[in-house]
């Protein structure tokens, strides 16, 4: 329960620096699934302990993105952008393909209670970890479904904490979503 409560407290300063569009959300996306490991282990939600491995090395490429990222002014971070609908439709079939796939695995190979809703989230994640190193605005919609759902599963899982989180960030992701337009806005 220590851990968990340490990873919740990381994931609310990652969160306000996820609002704020803040190239440092990318430290804390470091520590956060490295704690959450241990977390998700012990709780039997292979498929996020699994993610939790993908996300540290999406932050390492969500931090080099957003600092190096920006081809069209060499001192500036990336720009927050909407998503190329070619772009959306490939992140769509990655979505399906790994949904489908860690079902299959969850259901064949592990003691896994809760195997859709845990390829689900972990799915919908992949995409959505990709789309914020992208810094397309509409990966906000993503974790709204993402974290809708954890909060049903982690309360299945008696991870209150984290549930809780999940619930702060259902909300955020809402107040991001229109923080990050008013930004695009600013652009001009």
């Known amino acids: ?14 969160l306000w620096l996820e609002y704020r569009a803040s190239i440092y959300l990318w430290a804390a996306s470091i520590v956060m699934p490295a704690i959450y490991l241990f977390v998700y282990y012990d709780a039997g939600l292979y498929a996020d302990f699994g993610i939790n491995i993908y996300y540290l090395f999406a932050a390492i490429y969500g931090w080099a993105v957003w600092k190096y990222g920006n081809t069209t002014h060499e001192q500036q971070e990336l720009p927050i952008t909407h998503i190329p609908l070619r772009n959306g439709l490939k992140a769509l079939a990655v979505f399906v393909v790994a949904f489908i796939a860690i079902a299959w695995i969850l259901i064949n190979h592990t003691d896994s209670d809760v195997p859709w809703c845990d390829a689900f989230t972990t799915a919908l994640s992949i995409i959505g970890m990709w ?58």
């Open 1 to 14: 329960m220590a851990l968990e409560i340490i990873g919740t407290i990381v994931g609310l300063i990652y």
């Open 131 to 188: 789309m914020l190193a992208r810094k397309y605005l509409e990966q906000w919609w993503t974790w709204m479904a993402v974290d809708v759902v954890c909060v049903g599963l982690y309360i299945y899982k008696e991870l209150y904490f984290t549930a809780a989180l999940y619930a702060l960030y259902a909300v955020v992701a809402v107040f991001g979503w229109i923080n990050w337009k008013k930004i695009i806005k600013s652009y001009g």
